[in-house]
């Protein structure tokens, strides 16, 4: 970690995006539309004092990001938008929501995977590798350790453990001040 951190005002920024993640996992049910949730998702960021950081970020020959969090259906990998996938979500549907905020100055940002009712037996393996590489390359994070150990223990479980493959140039980013 920099010595130049923050580390209440990065944590708050966190608990921000954790406060809204917990929301929304008692808000999404089936039969809501994405717009709905993306919604839900500035109408708390709003009532937390924060605001998000995707909603009108622009890379360079890129339209600007339309909405408050990244939201992907099924099979759409990452940076979902409502427009990605107009139809209510479904019994079976497992959606995952980004969302990246800015609060006193620092960036939170989490994605976390909800199934809407029901899930597949590979929707729940998917699901549980997705929690159980998290934990594996937690793990691995002490004083002096590289980031890469983390990547590592990420991708070992992941490719070699539990059948599923990571997608190349989609593996994180860091946060700070800036996205």
Known sequence: MSPKIDVPRATAAAECVVKTHFHLAEFIREGMT????????????DSLRCKSCFLGYKI?????????????VNDCVVHGTVASHTAPLKEGDIISIDIGVTHQGWIGD???????KSRSEKAKALMDCGIESLRRGIATMQPGTQLIEFARA???????ESGFH??????GHGIGRKL
């Open 34 to 45: 994405l717009a709905q949730i993306d919604a839900e998702v500035a109408r708390t960021l």
């Open 60 to 72: 360079p020959r890129t339209p600007p990001f339309p909405c408050h969090a990244c939201l992907s």
């Open 110 to 116: 989490a994605a976390w995977t909800y199934a809407i």
């Open 154 to 160: 990420v991708q070992t479980y992941v490719e070699s």
């Open 166 to 171: 990571l997608t190349r140039g989609l593996g």
